[in-house]
């Protein structure tokens, strides 16, 4: 009876050892997979933590693949905008030379001769110059490692590299730019440090030859304009006299091929150049605002930013890069004597802009500007 009593009491032991080592086990397990959900949580924010993030950061990363698809896009349709800058450009010359040039050439007095023969030549030659130096020159690169002399203001989360004041990176170029304004289909090139001048000069002469062409073909453009207006009736006429034809009716006269194509191409030459001259006219009036500032287009959205941070904090924004509207045109054009109005603005010139876009020191012409306030 004992023995019997006694297994059964070391059977109901072991059953009970047995009961908690799993309760152990099962509390060792779910304290296990807790462990590792939380560890598994703690790396994925890790990898997606941001400091800086907010509504504005989640809107970039939904647009990213529409970004991706305008950057590719743009890239390849850069070399296509070009062409068909350059073929418009050479077509509204052609016009010129081919009509215009004949009719000035019989009907104008020598003296408005000289003054179309000199003007139109030296505006078309600052045109050509300049749209050729701003397609081919290099907007100007930071170098990957910057030397010790040389401050970086950050580093570029897509180069992985420094980046000096005034840079920025290019999505569609895939680098950094130094003073970087905008990337310009039309040219196929950033504007940048080196050809930002050449752009804006591009965009000052251009629309100059725009507006007098536009001027000086208004009278001719109306009368072309009458002229296709008749052609067209003329055309209904003889359409009507050729279904009722008869013995008695003449069928009215024609415009020869020439003529039509003389008419046609005034008209197109004059809207043209109207339309250049009112888009291009109006983004030059922007950027020459920009540059009055002494900012870029970007600049000027971080200018802006800043602005109003400071304002709630009771303070003024003052742009270090701006030296007074004469001064920044003068950095901006590059003009250090009196001289270099003429032969560095009104004049083909290929000389650099002041300084390497790495660092930004005052120019030599705006300390001289400036006159102490105490003399000793």
């Not at 009215?252 to 006219?281: D, E, M, N």
Request: aromatic fraction near 14%; proline fraction near 5%.
């Amino acid at each position: 009876m004992r023995s019997r009593q006694r297994m059964y009491s070391a059977v109901m032991r072991f059953f009970l050892k047995c009961l908690r080592i799993g309760q152990r086990r099962r509390f060792w397990l779910t304290k296990h997979v807790g462990q590792l959900w939380l560890y598994g949580r703690l790396c994925l924010r890790s990898l997606v933590y941001n400091s800086f993030a907010n509504g504005d950061t989640a809107l970039d990363a939904l647009f990213e693949p529409i970004y991706w698809l305008v950057d590719h896009v743009t890239r390849w349709f850069g070399v296509v905008f070009v062409a068909l800058v350059i073929t418009l450009t050479s077509s509204v010359v052609v016009i010129v030379y081919v009509c215009l040039l004949p009719l000035v050439l019989q009907t104008y007095p020598l003296l408005w001769i000289f003054w179309h023969f000199i003007y139109g030549h030296w505006n078309l030659v600052m045109i050509v110059f300049h749209y050729y130096m701003a397609i081919t020159t290099q907007p100007g690169f930071p170098p990957q490692q910057l030397k010790s002399d040389v401050a970086a203001v950050s580093i570029c989360r897509k180069c992985i590299a420094p980046k000096p004041a005034r840079t920025h990176h290019c999505s569609i170029c895939n680098r950094c730019v130094l003073k970087m304004d905008h990337h310009c289909p039309w040219l196929n090139n950033c504007v940048g440090h080196f050809n930002h001048r050449y752009f804006f000069s591009f965009m000052l002469f251009m629309t100059m030859g725009c507006i007098y062409s536009s001027v000086s073909g208004w009278d001719l453009f109306w009368e072309a304009y009458a002229a296709i207006e008749k052609m067209k009736l003329l055309d209904k006429g003889r359409l009507h006299v050729t279904a009722n034809q008869t013995y008695s009716q003449t069928p009215p006269p024609t415009f020869s091929f020439r003529q039509r194509a003389f008419h046609k191409s005034i008209v197109y030459a004059w809207v043209l150049c109207s339309s250049v001259a009112l888009a291009l006219g109006a983004l030059m009036l922007w950027h020459s605002v920009l540059i009055t500032r002494g900012e870029t287009s970007i600049e000027r959205h971080i200018n802006r930013k800043e602005r109003k941070r400071l304002r709630l904090k009771g303070k003024v924004f003052q742009n270090p890069y701006n030296y007074g509207p004469l001064g920044n045109w003068k950095v901006f054009l590059g003009v250090e004597t009196q001289r270099h109005w003429v032969t560095r603005v009104l004049l083909p010139s290929t000389h650099t802009p002041y300084g390497s876009g790495l660092s930004w020191d005052t120019p030599p012409c705006i300390v001289e500007q400036k006159t102490p306030l105490l003399t000793i």
